[in-house]
Every structure is written in C-alpha cells, then in structure tokens.
C-alpha cells in the first residue's frame, strides 16, 4: 500500500462526497475479502486502517498453546516468544502479514468489492437526497432514451421518466432541459430510481407555487386541480386574505403569471376558477366559460343534473366531452349535462308516462321527477323501500303505484309496438320499400349497420320517420341509441335531405338550336367523364389511389 493512502481517501471522499470513515470500512472489507481468498477462509483475520502511517494492516490471530494441535489456529510458545516475549500460554497473538503477497487475483478481489462498497455508499447517499424531494419539481438534462423512456441527468444522479408520464405532444432531443414532477424514489440494488412525470397533477400545481407568490405565502390555496396533460387543465383557487382575488393572482398582471405556467407546459391550455365551499356554485364555476341555468342534486348518487340554454350545450360539454370531464375531476361530482330543450322533452314524457300512474297526481309527479323517476317503467323497476323514501309514499301506496305502473307499461309496450307496425307497412309500401331505406341510411355520414338495426328494432324503418320523430328522448330511449345519439343522428339526416334536394334534377329548358360548334363543347364533358372513368376503373385493379 501507498503511504499516502489517507489523502487518496480524503481526495475521493470530496469528489464522490462519502464520508471518509464510509470509504475506510470499505477498504477493510475490501482487503480481509482478499485475505481470504490467499490464505484461506479458515484462518483468524482482521484488517485494520492505520491512519497515522497511511497503510492497510492484517493480522493473524493464533492462540499461543504448549503443543500444537491445529496450524491455522495455534501457534507454540516458543515461536510465539520470538515475536513477543512477554506472551502467555493461552495468550491470542496477532501476527501481521505482509499485503504485497496478496497476489494480482487477491488485489483485483480488493478492488472490486472496493468500487461495490464505494458504489453502495453511493447509491445510499443519493437515495437519502432524494427520498425527502419526492413531490418537487427538479430540472436536468436529456441525456438518452431507452425503449421509449427518457433518462434525465439531474447532476448526483440519473432519473428516469417513463413512456406513461410524458405528453404525447411533447418531444425531446438529447442535451434538452426538462423539468418535471419526482413521482417516486424506490430504492434499488442497481442504485435508487427516480421516476419522475410530466402528466401528474403534480406539476400543475408546483408550477403555479413558482409562479404565485400567494400561494407560497399561503394566502392563496389550489384548493383542487385536473388534467388532460396536453390538451386541458383546470385549477380551483380560494383566498383566505378577502382583499386579495385568488383567480387574478394566479393570471398576473397582463396574463404573466398563468403564460409563464402554459409556455412550461408546451400549451397546455389552463382554466382558472374560483373554488366555493357550496358544491353546487363550484360546480358552475367549474364548468366555466359555459352559463348554467339550473342545478339538480342528488346526494344518493353523488351526482348533479347540470343544465344550461340550449346554445351553452356544446360550450359546457367541451371538445370530445373535455370540458364536463374536467370539471367532474375537479368537483368530484357525477355530472350530467342536459339543455333546457331536452329537459322540457323529457319532463313532458314524464308528465305523459308517470301521469297514467293510479294515485299520481301533478305534485306527485314533479317530486317523483325530482327524485330521478322519469317514467312509468322507473316506477316498476324502483326497489320497494327506494320508492318508499319519496316523500307523501307509504308502503300501501308504493305497492298500489308498482301495480299501476306494471300495467301502464304494458299498454306503453302495445303503443309503441302499433306504431312500429304501422311504420313498417309504411316503409314497406313506400317507394324505396325496407331495403332501399337500408341502403339510403348507408349514405349518412356517421350511421352504421349496427346502428341501422338498432333504429329498425325501435320501430322507425325509413329516414323521414326518423327525421319527423320530434320527440327525441323516446327516440333515443326505443332505439336504445341514447338521446345524444339520436339528435346526431337527426341532425345528420337533415343535412342529408338539404343536400338531396340540392342535388335534386331540375325541369327541362328549353335547348337552343344545336351547331357543330355546341356539339363539340357538349360533348368534350362527356369524353372527359368517359376518360376519367376508365383511369379510375384502372386504378382500382391496380390498387393505388385515383388522383
């Protein structure tokens, strides 16, 4: 060993910041391992650092005895007194041995479970830096990717974000800053991973505690968040300090502040409401830019009737449902969104439905609305003691109301059946008869077979008989297409029928009198579309695309 083994030791220490007295044990462990391996397991070994001279020391221990019995354990008195002359019988000598006869196998043995122990030391180090970051936000460095995961050099350590915590929009480059959400630190053998996310709500929410310094003083709270990562975010804001707007803190002077949170997030489009201890004005606040009308809550299902004009249908449900999805998230709140027009249709098929119930009167409709019964066959179906809760019903009423509705759907079933046939000799007397009607809904942008039968199984046979249907909610209900479905539906059939009638042949005129000249430019359109035609013929046996 080198005599100045100390300062290599202090010099790694600093660079790999261990503590010196780590990388002590683990040379002493390092070279007792490579003892063994030279003399033996055998043998009594001990290794020790001896600071004062800078070298590793081993010793052998023998006990010192009159004869000896056993050569790797005990040593005789008078070999022993030649080493120390004040050793007893029974005496345990240490002898020291030399470390240069270790041998090369020996030494690379030392070094190897020496990098082991240095690296362990390592890993440990990082792992208690980390442990306690969970839950932040760190920065680093694209360094590589790895089957769709990105590794992210973060300095001390390498973390790792997974192909399920990036964006889809978002793409990076090797060299590229990032900063993202530490999701989890697991300790492992091959050194602690740090897995960190750029989809978690997390980092919503860290980015405006950046941004707001209200609410790293904890004026303003983020009271609640959700997240389409890409796409769409919501947070709810409440103010403890009333002088201070909690929305227009989180904006910034000019929209700053909320910018500065978008442009870290590639785009990410931010809304930012108001948070109300009363779930029924959070929820309009969440479903903000759209205006709601009327709120219905039940507490049985956890869940609100949201409804709102007709024209802030689209607007409160969003893109692709975006908008009432986000705010269910961040209400926690089922919500069901209706238009003033649907609920009008569906308290007018209540009104007709539970009304032919024996004992139901008006009040008693509109509570059983209230209570989610819309019809006549919810009636029949409710469990006894559900009914039962609704006020103004007893049992003996409830019982007498299940025997009423049983017989009102009965007759509601024969209607509807008498009218499907009717609708059915129609379109099979009609001038396309049921299979041209069949083939006249294929031409509908949107409507499929399955849903084609669908609409034939609810009674309606021919596209006029849907598109006159004007009660949607029984359209959507008979079909079993759903009443959201069903106005798709009609909406695209009365575009089909525009554009029928656009393309509808006008009378003759009048043909003025024809010349060579005007049977040469007739025809060239003719000799055009004749053309076109064989290409496109050509182009379909060969498989490629008409241009």
Excluded at 266 to 285: H, M
Excluded at 410 to 421: G, H, P, S
Excluded at 515 to 532: C, D, F, G, N, R
Aim: proline fraction near 3%; include cysteine.
């Amino acid at each position: 060993m080198q005599p100045n083994l100390t300062h290599t030791l202090e010099m790694v220490g600093k660079e790999k910041g261990i503590d010196k007295e780590i990388l002590i044990e683990a040379l002493e462990t390092a070279m007792l391992t490579a003892a063994r391996k030279k003399y033996g397991p055998d043998k009594d070994l001990e290794v020790h650092f001896n600071e004062e001279i800078g070298e590793i020391e081993i010793f052998e221990f023998k006990t010192v005895v009159a004869k000896v019995a056993d050569l790797d354990q005990e040593i005789v008195i008078t070999e022993a007194q030649q080493l120390d002359p004040e050793v007893q019988i029974n005496d345990s000598l240490g002898i020291k041995l030399g470390t240069s006869e270790l041998g090369r196998i020996a030494a690379q043995t030392a070094k190897q479970v020496l990098i082991q122990k240095v690296r362990e030391a390592d890993h440990a180090l990082v792992y208690d830096e980390y442990k306690d970051r969970q839950d932040e936000l760190v920065t680093g460095i694209v360094r590589r990717f790895e089957r769709g995961n990105i590794i992210v050099d973060l300095g001390r350590a390498e973390a790792i974000l997974p192909m399920r915590e990036q964006v889809p929009r978002e793409s990076y480059r090797a060299g590229d800053r990032i900063q993202a959400y530490v999701l989890d630190v697991q300790p492992e053998s091959k050194g602690p991973q740090i897995v960190l996310s750029r989809t978690s709500q997390g980092l919503l929410i860290k980015l405006f505690e950046m941004e707001v310094p209200e609410i790293d003083e904890g004026i303003v709270t983020i009271e609640a968040a959700s997240r389409e990562p890409g796409a769409r975010s919501k947070i709810a804001v409440s103010s403890r300090d009333s002088d201070v707007d909690p929305v227009g803190a989180c904006v910034g002077m000019k929209g700053s502040r909320v910018q500065a949170v978008v442009q870290e997030m590639r785009g990410e489009k931010i809304d930012i409401v108001s948070y109300s201890p009363d779930p029924a004005t959070f929820v309009c606040n969440a479903l903000a830019p759209a205006e709601v009308s009327r709120v219905i809550i039940n507490e049985d299902t956890h869940g609100m009737e949201i409804i709102v004009p007709d024209d802030q249908l689209s607007l409160g449900i969003g893109r692709k449902g975006q908008n009432v999805r986000l705010a269910s998230q961040l209400s926690g709140w089922k919500l069901d969104i209706n238009s003033e027009s649907r609920v009008a249709e569906m308290w007018k098929n209540a009104i007709n439905s539970l009304g032919k119930i024996d004992g139901v009167g008006d009040i008693m409709i509109d509570t059983l609305y209230k209570y989610g019964f819309r019809s006549a066959r919810d009636v029949m179906m409710a469990d006894l003691d559900i009914l039962c809760e609704v006020p103004g019903v007893g049992r003996k009423l409830a019982e007498k109301m299940q025997r009423s509705s049983a017989r009102v759907v009965v007759e509601e079933e024969e209607e509807l059946r008498a009218e499907a046939e009717a609708r059915r000799t129609e379109a099979a007397g009609g001038e396309f008869g049921l299979e041209g009607e069949k083939l006249r809904f294929m031409e509908i942008r949107g409507i499929g077979e399955k849903t084609i039968d669908q609409i034939a199984e609810g009674g309606y046979y021919t596209i006029m008989q849907v598109f006159e249907e004007s009660n949607v909610v029984k359209l959507g209900e008979v079909t079993g297409i759903g009443i959201k479905k069903a106005r798709q539906i009609k909406q695209a059939i009365s575009q089909y029928l525009e554009e029928q009638a656009r393309a509808a042949i006008l009378p003759d005129v009048e043909r003025p009198e024809e010349t060579e000249e005007t049977a040469q430019e007739e025809a060239a359109p003719a000799v055009l579309e004749s053309v076109e035609e064989e290409v496109e013929e050509e182009n379909k046996d060969s498989g490629t695309e008409p241009t």
